[in-house]
């Protein structure tokens, strides 16, 4: 019997349905087949993964490394990754850093992130005790030394605003490990250095200064000559005595100085006796060690010289070096196109030659101290023969006049460059008469010089002793100028004017003698050429072996 037409299809839909349904079994069967698998299909298929949890053990003292400050630092790692971080207490030294994550790649970066922040060095705060004397040291000027010490060490430093006691001060330190490690020594080598400065410094008061010449004096006391009949030299009264005084104090308005430059008795050089002496040789030591170290020197090498300007120049008598003043710049005469500097040595008061490239700018470290030498001439008293063209007031202040043996004799008698003190008293003063390069100066201090007498007990009035040898005579034009002024200044009250108010402010006025030190040479550029006045100022040693 044939089947009808319409009945084929449902035979053929139901055969098909068979064979579907007999192919979803074996599939099914073949799934449930895998041991500890009971997931259905479907619901496998649909069903969300569970997140990955990884837990890290971390030190207490780390902690705020991972948090970092308000903790920008966990959030900056949870940005990055979508990982969630999240800390539980583990026991009293460390907690449990919990990072939870949609996927293994996620959660090892988030560690990852997470140990490396651990792995970065502590910053902690420390403090050191030191001197209170010692602070000025490690500030530096304008607080230099202390930035050095924050450069090099990489670490924050700073000195607490109140002292701890009188005597110490607490230094704070902010910072890793090794970068207070290293602040704390180069702390420790400022503390040194000022107890090296304040013991050579008490050191060179009982030692004596060397001489800063080449070749010693032809005595090395002055010669003993027997003074002429009425021409005895009047003792000091030992009342004003200051043998056994301390340095640099005034008896009877007298002070020690020592004699460092001579050119004649009417223009000298000396330095007042006391704590600026040994600061003064304090400042040299470190200069000559600074500038014999070639990098130093590099650092400050002299571009282009000016006339004025302060530079540090090694001094050819002994191979120290000393701060100087460009007093001219002339040319050289062995090679043309070039120059040689005229310097003049502002705590000294001698010049030298010197090519420009053997001066360098001076450190302003060492601008501190002020300049010591104080330009003096020796008061009533002019040379023996003076010319007959030249006025009286100009022969008592020129240095020309002067005859050599009488300079040599004035030598010795002051001990010039010696560093041995004698005893200065001023009694007048007179305005500079060639102040260099349009700068003002202030008058220059007329002096009376005293030396110990052999005896012990007495002085020797130096002035009084030239006069004594026949070396010299008595000035009289400083009676008579002293006499014109007061004339004068009577005469202006007498007419109802009072006298010029400069002329009366300048006769008044009285500066201190250590604030008198100026330069010996003056330059006058015209013409487009640079021409230098005479030459005064010679120093001892260089009178002594016949150079400049």
């Known amino acids: 019997m044939r089947p009808s037409a319409p009945a084929i299809p449902l035979i053929l839909g139901l ?16 799934r449930r087949s895998k041991p500890g698998d009971l997931v259905d299909f479907f619901t496998r298929s649909t069903s969300k993964q569970d997140p990955l949890v990884v837990d890290i053990i971390i030190p207490n003292s780390l902690i705020p490394l991972v948090i970092g400050r308000k903790g920008y630092t966990l959030k900056h790692i949870q940005q990055c990754t979508g990982a969630c971080i999240n800390f539980v207490d583990h026991d009293e030294s460390s907690q449990l850093c919990r990072i939870q994550g949609p996927s293994q790649a996620v959660v090892e970066k988030a560690k990852e992130m997470v140990l490396k922040e651990t792995s970065r060095p502590i ?5 050191v005790i030191v001197p209170q004397a ?18 090099k060490s ?16 607490r230094v704070m330190i902010t910072g890793t490990a090794s970068q207070i490690k290293v602040a704390k020594e180069l702390i420790a080598q400022k503390v040194q250095e000022d107890h090296d400065s304040k013991k050579l410094l ?55 100085v020592f004699v460092s430059t001579i050119v004649s008795p009417s223009k000298f050089y000396v330095q007042l006796v006391g704590p600026q002496s040994n600061e003064l040789d304090l400042l040299v030591l470190n200069m000559t060690e600074y500038y014999n170290q070639n990098q130093n020197r590099e650092l400050h090498r002299l571009r282009k010289p000016y006339l004025g300007q302060i530079v540090a120049a ?105 560093w041995k003190k004698i005893v200065s008293k001023i009694v007048t003063y007179r305005n500079s008469k060639s102040p260099l390069h349009g700068r003002e100066t202030s ?10 007498a052999p005896n012990g007990t007495d002085q020797i009035n130096i002035a009084q002793q030239l006069i004594a040898e026949g070396l010299a005579r008595p000035a009289i034009s400083d009676r008579m100028d002293e006499l014109s002024r007061s004339q004068l200044f009577r005469l202006g009250i007498m007419n109802g004017t009072g006298g010029s108010s400069s002329q009366s402010s300048s006769l008044d006025k009285v500066e201190d003698v250590s604030a008198s030190s100026s330069t010996s040479a003056s330059t006058v550029i015209s013409s487009g050429k640079v021409e230098q006045q005479p030459q005064q100022s010679v120093h001892y040693r260089s009178l002594a072996n016949g150079a400049h």
């Not at 990489?154 to 001060?169: I, N, P, Q």
């Not at 090519?355 to 008061?379: S, T």
Request: proline share 8%.
């Open 123 to 127: 910053t902690i705060t420390e403090e």
């Open 134 to 151: 010692a602070c000025g040291k490690i500030l530096g000027r304008c607080g230099d030394e202390l930035q050095e010490i924050c450069r």
């Open 154 to 169: 990489m670490a924050k430093v700073w000195l607490e605003g109140r002292a701890r006691s009188e005597t110490e001060r």
């Open 443 to 452: 008058p220059i201090p007329g002096v009376e010089l005293y030396d110990t």
């Open 15 to 30: 055969s098909l349905l068979g064979a579907s349904g007999a192919y979803l079994y074996m599939l099914f069967k073949k």
């Open 314 to 418: 090694e001094f050819n008598a002994d191979n120290k070096w000393y701060r100087a003043e460009i007093s001219a710049i002339l040319p050289n005469e062995y090679k043309p196109g070039d120059v040689v500097l005229d310097l003049f040595f502002v705590d000294y008061g001698d010049n030298q030659y010197t090519n420009p490239n053997e001066v360098y700018e001076l450190k302003p470290d060492f601008l501190a101290l002020r300049f010591q030498a104080i330009e003096c001439f020796l008061a009533k008293v002019e040379p023996a023969v003076q010319s007959n063209l030249m006025p009286p007031s100009a022969a008592a202040t020129s240095e020309d006049e002067w005859d050599p043996v009488a300079v040599s004799r004035f030598e010795e008698l002051t001990y010039v460059a010696q």
């Open 202 to 256: 008490s050191d060179s008061t009982r030692q004596t200064r060397e001489p800063r010449i080449r070749t010693p004096p032809s005595s090395s006391a002055p010669t003993p000559i027997p003074c002429e009949a009425g021409k005895k030299v009047a003792p000091i009264s030992p009342k004003t005595n200051v043998q056994h005084q301390n340095s640099n104090t005034f008896v009877a308005g007298q002070m020690e």
